[in-house]
């Protein structure tokens, strides 16, 4: 399974930003696919994933201002993000998990100016 992350860039501050992560090498949606953000100089964390059932769970922060969703017939999830605030900065990781295996993508970098 391969994940391709897309749509990073520089937004200021209270814009939007949708990112994308398109899986190839499996047709199974029998997954929880996500994102995660690595904010510089801090560790690895969630942001929010969906599963199969479009069941959906945010971190506290994302809560109000992103939306997870997913087009299984594309095997891809989307992260909308709007409210941007500087301390969204990072570089986004979408996820999948299946079973116990995981899967990880190239990352995107996400800059909010103030």
């Known amino acids: 399974v391969q994940l391709q992350a897309s749509g990073g860039g520089l937004v200021q501050a209270g814009g939007s930003l949708r990112l994308s992560c398109a899986a190839s090498?499996?047709?199974?949606?029998?997954?929880?696919m996500g994102w995660y953000r690595q904010a510089p100089g801090k560790e690895r964390a969630l942001v929010g994933n969906?599963?199969?059932?479009?069941?959906?769970n945010y971190a506290d922060s994302a809560k109000g201002r992103f939306t997870v969703s997913r087009d299984n017939a594309k095997n891809t999830v989307y992260l909308q993000m709007s409210s941007l605030k500087p301390e969204d900065t990072g570089v986004y990781y979408c996820?999948?998990?299946?079973?116990?295996?995981?899967?990880w993508g190239q990352g995107t970098q996400v800059t909010v100016s103030s």
């Open positions: 996820y999948m998990r299946r079973g116990l295996r995981e899967f």
């Open positions: 969906i599963n199969s059932s479009g069941k959906t």
């Open positions: 090498g499996t047709t199974s949606t029998s997954n929880t």
